[in-house]
Nanobody, 113 residues
Framework: QVQLAESGGELVQAGDSLRLSCKIS????????VAWFRRAPGKQRELVAA????????YYSPSAEGRFTISRDNTKNTAFLQMIDLKPEDTAVYVC??????WGQGTQVTVSS
């Protein structure tokens, strides 16, 4: 079994930065591709960014490109989502997943204008 635990979400002002963490535990001898999704009220779940198991390949949604950076530290079984220049429309619950099979509970990011 694999567990994921997100942290780092909080209430910030527009223009601020945040770094979210996704700690992976359990069967971590197998490296997983990690993706960050977000769920905003009244909107569909949106893929924000993804990173391959090795960390050599990344993907960003158009809304994340240029402002968000996904990374991982496999020695710590942790993935990160660095977000800069946050906007009110970034307000959402951010959820990480491993191979889209295992999901965390999410961490709330609220950006006030």
């Amino acid at each position: 079994q694999v567990q994921l635990a997100e942290s780092g979400g909080e209430l910030v002002q527009a223009g601020d930065s945040l770094r979210l963490s996704c700690k992976i535990s359990g069967r971590t001898t197998t490296r997983y591709a990690v993706a960050w999704f977000r769920r905003a009220p009244g909107k569909q779940r949106e893929l924000v960014a993804a990173i391959s198991a090795s960390g050599s390949t990344t993907y960003y949604s158009p809304s994340a490109e240029g402002r968000f950076t996904i990374s991982r530290d496999n020695t710590k079984n942790t993935a990160f989502l660095q977000m800069i220049d946050l906007k009110p429309e970034d307000t959402a619950v951010y959820v990480c997943c491993a191979d889209r099979l295992f999901w965390g509970q999410g961490t709330q990011v609220t950006v006030s204008s």
